[in-house]
């Protein structure tokens, strides 16, 4: 399976990649809001694919769960709570919509045209490692959630435990935010 | 394992789709959901230099990114259902409370 997987990792990553685009690119041309969210979570899929093939396999199943499972489902419950329909005969763009993609493009093409000359090596990427300390009695090169689990509670502890509460705010900031007034 | 390159232009192009999904729509669910994207763009660059530089610093950074993703997401539906309530409409050229 590892074998078959750095085989065709490379082209997997792709297509997925292109796909991944598509998805965006229905994201944001797509008339319906429905389909937009579709393509959101096509587009979300793909890079837990994406996440896969870089072998990231947690952060790939992360992404699984909190978009696929959580965001996208968000997503549709507004989209049907709010009626977009209404306003479909207002037009879709912004009225500088076409400068928008211009300048956008511009820029895209001037990065591409820096980014070009500095490659990076095809063997610019490593095995995972963790500091020495940290890595004691652990395979890490090929236990990624054990790996990630270390790097976040040794490493990244205060940030975790920040982002909880953060999450809190969030959850509590959500609910006042939109019950109805009356009650 | 795709190369660095590969990874660095997927992101690229999916951050530059995100940056004009939020300058060309009206739809203010479609531009979140654009902002979303561009979060995820930036997540596949941090996991692309977590492969670079061999750590796993990089994917436990992308982990809390997301965490943080969701709380936005939250907040940005409920502020959406909220003005929707108020204005009746979720057409950004049509919110314009401050302009008095």
Request: aromatic share 8%; hydrophobic share 60%; glycine share 8%.
């Given at each position: 399976?590892?074998?078959?997987?750095?085989?065709?990792?490379?082209?997997?990553?792709?297509?997925?990649?292109?796909?991944?685009?598509?998805?965006?690119?229905?994201?944001?041309?797509?008339?319906?809001?429905?389909?937009?969210?579709?393509?959101?979570?096509?587009?979300?899929?793909?890079?837990?694919?994406?996440?896969?093939?870089?072998?990231?396999?947690?952060?790939?199943?992360?992404?699984?769960?909190?978009?696929?499972?959580?965001?996208?489902?968000?997503?549709?419950?507004?989209?049907?709570?709010?009626?977009?329909?209404?306003?479909?005969?207002?037009?879709?763009?912004?009225?500088?919509a076409p400068w928008a993609i211009g300048m956008v493009s511009v820029g895209a093409v001037a990065i591409?045209?820096?980014?070009?000359?500095?490659?990076?090596?095809?063997?610019?990427?490593?095995?995972?490692?963790?500091?020495?300390?940290?890595?004691?009695?652990?395979?890490?090169?090929?236990?990624?959630?054990?790996?990630?689990?270390?790097?976040?509670?040794?490493?990244?502890?205060?940030?975790?435990?920040?982002?909880?509460?953060?999450?809190?705010?969030?959850?509590?900031?959500?609910?006042?935010?939109?019950?109805?007034?009356?009650? | 394992?795709?190369?660095?390159?590969?990874?660095?232009?997927?992101?690229?192009?999916?951050?530059?789709?995100?940056?004009?999904?939020?300058?060309?729509?009206?739809?203010?669910?479609?531009?979140?959901?654009?902002?979303?994207?561009?979060?995820?763009?930036?997540?596949?660059?941090?996991?692309?230099?977590?492969?670079?530089?061999?750590?796993?610093?990089?994917?436990?950074?992308?982990?809390?990114?997301?965490?943080?993703?969701?709380?936005?997401?939250?907040?940005?539906?409920?502020?959406?259902?909220?003005?929707?309530?108020?204005?009746?409409?979720?057409?950004?050229?049509?919110?314009?409370?401050?302009?008095?």
């Amino acid at each position: 399976m590892d074998s078959l997987l750095a085989l065709i990792g490379n082209h997997l990553f792709h297509l997925l990649g292109l796909m991944a685009v598509g998805g965006a690119l229905g994201l944001i041309f797509s008339k319906n809001a429905i389909h937009s969210v579709l393509g959101f979570l096509f587009c979300m899929l793909c890079v837990a694919g994406c996440y896969l093939t870089l072998s990231a396999e947690f952060l790939a199943v992360a992404q699984l769960l909190v978009y696929a499972g959580g965001i996208v489902v968000l997503f549709l419950f507004v989209v049907m709570l709010v009626e977009v329909t209404k306003y479909k005969e207002k037009g879709l763009f912004q009225t500088q919509a076409p400068w928008a993609i211009g300048m956008v493009s511009v820029g895209a093409v001037a990065i591409i045209s820096v980014f070009w000359r500095t490659f990076f090596p095809a063997d610019a990427v490593k095995a995972l490692t963790l500091s020495p300390e940290l890595a004691q009695g652990l395979d890490v090169a090929n236990q990624n959630a054990q790996a990630v689990s270390r790097g976040l509670f040794a490493q990244f502890l205060l940030p975790f435990e920040i982002l909880s509460v953060i999450l809190l705010v969030a959850l509590v900031g959500a609910v006042v935010l939109a019950k109805s007034e009356r009650v | 394992m795709p190369s660095m390159n590969a990874v660095l232009f997927l992101s690229f192009l999916l951050f530059s789709v995100g940056v004009a999904g939020v300058l060309i729509r009206r739809n203010v669910l479609i531009i979140l959901m654009c902002v979303e994207l561009m979060l995820n763009a930036a997540n596949l660059n941090l996991v692309a230099f977590a492969r670079h530089s061999g750590t796993v610093n990089g994917q436990a950074f992308a982990l809390l990114v997301m965490g943080l993703a969701a709380a936005e997401v939250a907040i940005g539906l409920a502020l959406v259902v909220a003005l929707y309530r108020k204005k009746d409409t979720i057409q950004v050229d049509q919110i314009n409370l401050l302009k008095g």
